[in-house]
T-cell receptor, first 113, second 115 residues
């Protein structure tokens, strides 16, 4: 089954404790992206990757890191989480083309205390 | 500056009637426009898209209309069904200028279809 998976689905942590949210896709997509969804703000892009070892900042990259060592994986790293990073996070992937029809993972709900 | 705007946070429609969700954009360089549907506790799922060179695209009960001169698009759902109750996101795809394509999303419209 073609899918994007994220782990964990739910996470409660404390300020300053490093965490990683994993994302994996099995569709051989070149393009992968991370979004956060907040009430009243819609979906905002954090980082994206056009292919292995190629990443760039989205609209709200502060406080986040990413890496793309393999085509199928695109982990999101919060080295020192803060309460304002409490949010719902989505990973997405697509073939690299202008229509950019992205497939989304199920989401990770993160709470930073 | 919000490039993709969905000005109606919510919409209620009777089952069997037409649902019309609207979206406005400001960037004339967008190439494609997409609609996503999102149920609670799930990721957004792609619904339908339209190229900027077209003015209409239809897929079953879903039709998207694009008015480039007005920088406006709309999603029509006919007939509306209770299972259509979800949050609908409008998104636009364009070259970011750094050689990549990015999706810019609106804030979403919550559709409630009343049985």
């Amino acid at each position: 089954e073609a899918q994007v998976t994220q782990n964990p689905r739910y996470l409660i942590t404390v300020t300053g404790k490093k965490l990683t949210v994993t994302c994996s896709q099995n569709m051989n997509h070149e393009y992968m992206s991370w979004y956060r969804q907040d009430p009243g703000l819609g979906l905002r892009q954090i980082y994206y990757s056009m292919n292995v070892e190629v990443t760039d900042k989205g609209d709200v990259p502060e406080g986040y890191k990413v890496s793309r060592k393999e085509k199928r994986n695109f982990p999101l790293i919060l080295e020192s989480p803060s309460p304002n990073q409490t949010s719902l996070y989505f990973c997405a992937s697509s073939f690299y083309r202008d229509s950019n029809e992205q497939f989304f993972g199920p989401g990770t709900r993160l709470t930073v205390l | 500056d919000q490039q993709v705007k969905q000005n109606s946070p919510s919409l209620s429609v009777q089952e069997g009637r037409i649902s019309i969700l609207n979206c406005d954009y400001t960037n004339s360089m967008f190439d494609y426009f997409l609609w996503y549907k999102k149920y609670p506790a799930e990721g957004p799922t792609f619904l339908i898209s339209i190229s900027s060179i077209k003015d209409k695209n239809e897929d079953g009960r879903f039709t998207v209309f694009l008015n480039k001169s007005a920088k406006h698009l709309s999603l029509h759902i006919v007939p509306s069904q209770p299972g259509d109750s979800a949050v609908y996101f409008c998104a636009a795809s364009g070259n970011s200028g750094a050689g990549s394509y990015q999706l810019t999303f609106g804030k979403g419209t919550k559709l409630s279809v009343i049985p």
